[in-house]
């Protein structure tokens, strides 16, 4: 076979003799892809150990996940699989954004709920809620603005706060020398302490209550739109979409974006090379982290405008720390981020079905942590891919010597 074969072209133009590192690398699909499939045959392994049919097990989970269409709950089960992806792939976001420029920013989990409560504010707020109240009764059949200005404000405000609180673990990094990892956990206890331990039992709750059952519901101005009745589906996997969309413009380009890239790939030897070029590393990188701040924020802000409508006193924590493993399946790509988004909602949608099976629904995220933990792998799995494709490209395109003895 010649050198200039369909597949040694495929392989030169996707950059496979050089390990896999480039950007148009197949491999960066096939490694994600790969892991979770080890995942879930690992996941039928403990399945099958423990005494039930894994095969059912995984029928009545991806059936019932809203990937698969057909039956009458498919719209409901549907509508539910891109409301939870909507928040997973905007914490997804807002981790992988800060490991392009170099930071484990842990703490998309407080960054969230930050966004959470001060959407839940503006959306119940009196001067507020009061004034687009009476705009959407002045305008009747045109109410819908009045719900557009009012929920905009919400989440632009939510993601400000947000990003604010991310920022400050930034300044706090480079300022005074704060492990980013260790600052933006902090920041996470004191923001869900603080949310839920006053501000939800206290000044946020109604006080016609005689029991804590959160704080006031937001008004019908905040809400997000609905755009598939009768089920919940909202605007919010839309707005997600396009936060993908800006994060990989950011990103890609623009100044700061590729600033950012350049700061991420030079992390571990001290950033000297982006500082020799004149790019001022400390502004970039609370820029990052507010960016960051922001994109977490929008997932909380989705929690109450477009699901809860109020923040409940039941809430737990689990969205930001879920971006993580997001982030990780998805490469830090923004359409990385949102494919394994998707994927962790459809799981999270289907998992109660399992119970069926005599599953407990938590077994869903023993799937997503195997996939994590495949990933944290990808250097072997990516070893073993290259070494497996260049045996093929051996076997189809002999050496030289090989042809000239033949």
């Known amino acids: 076979m010649s050198e200039n074969s369909g597949t ?7 950059g496979i003799d050089n ?13 994600p892809l790969i892991s979770i499939g080890l995942a879930l045959v690992v996941g039928m392994i403990v399945i099958a150990v423990s005494g039930r049919n894994p095969f059912r097990a995984y029928a009545l989970l991806f059936g019932d996940s809203g990937l698969i269409p057909g039956g009458s709950a498919w719209p409901r089960e549907f ?3 891109l409301i939870k992806s909507a928040m997973y792939i905007a914490t997804g976001l807002a981790v992988a954004l800060a490991f ?8 998309a989990e407080g960054q969230f709920w930050v966004g959470a409560i001060v959407a839940t504010f503006f959306g119940y707020w009196s001067p507020v809620a009061g004034a687009f109240g ?3 009764t002045a305008l009747g059949s045109m109410a819908w603005i009045a719900q557009l200005l009012h929920g905009a404000i919400c989440i632009i405000l939510g993601m400000f706060a947000g990003g604010a609180w991310a920022a400050f673990a930034g300044f706090l990094y480079v300022k005074r020398g704060v492990n980013i990892v260790i600052g933006t956990i902090m920041l996470n206890w004191i923001a869900w302490f603080l949310i839920t331990n006053w501000l939800v039992t206290g000044p946020m709750t109604p006080p016609t209550q005689t029991f804590t ?7 019908d101005t905040a809400k997000l739109f609905r755009i598939m009745m009768p089920t919940r589906l909202n605007t ?4 997600v979409l396009l936060a993908a969309y800006a994060t990989w413009f950011l990103l890609y380009k623009t100044t700061i974006g590729y600033e950012i890239r350049a700061i991420g790939h030079t992390a571990n030897i001290g950033m000297e090379a982006p500082k020799a070029q004149g790019i001022n590393v400390n502004r970039r990188i609370v820029q990052m982290m507010f960016f960051s701040g922001c994109l977490a924020a929008l997932g909380g802000c989705f929690f109450i405008l477009g699901m809860q409508y109020q923040f409940p006193n039941t809430a737990t924590m689990g969205y930001g720390w879920t971006g993580i493993g997001v982030a990780l399946i998805g490469q830090s790509e923004p359409i990385g981020v949102v494919l394994a988004g998707l994927f962790i909602g459809a799981l999270r949608t289907g998992a109660t079905s399992m119970q069926v099976a005599n599953i407990p629904k938590t077994f869903s995220n023993i799937i997503e942590g195997l996939a994590v933990g495949f990933i944290a792998l990808q250097v072997a799995v990516r070893y073993y891919l290259v070494k497996y494709l260049q045996r093929r490209r051996a076997h189809a395109d002999p050496p030289a010597e090989q042809e000239a003895a033949a």
């Open 8 to 14: 040694n072209k495929f392989l030169r133009i996707f």
């Open 19 to 31: 390990q896999g590192r480039k950007r148009r690398d197949p491999l960066n699909v096939w490694v």
């Open 79 to 81: 509508a539910e699989l």
């Open 100 to 107: 392009k420029g170099g930071l484990f920013n842990i703490g």
């Open 134 to 136: 009476t705009m959407a």
């Open 213 to 219: 059952s959160g704080t006031y519901y937001v008004a």
């Open 236 to 239: 919010s996997i839309i707005l």
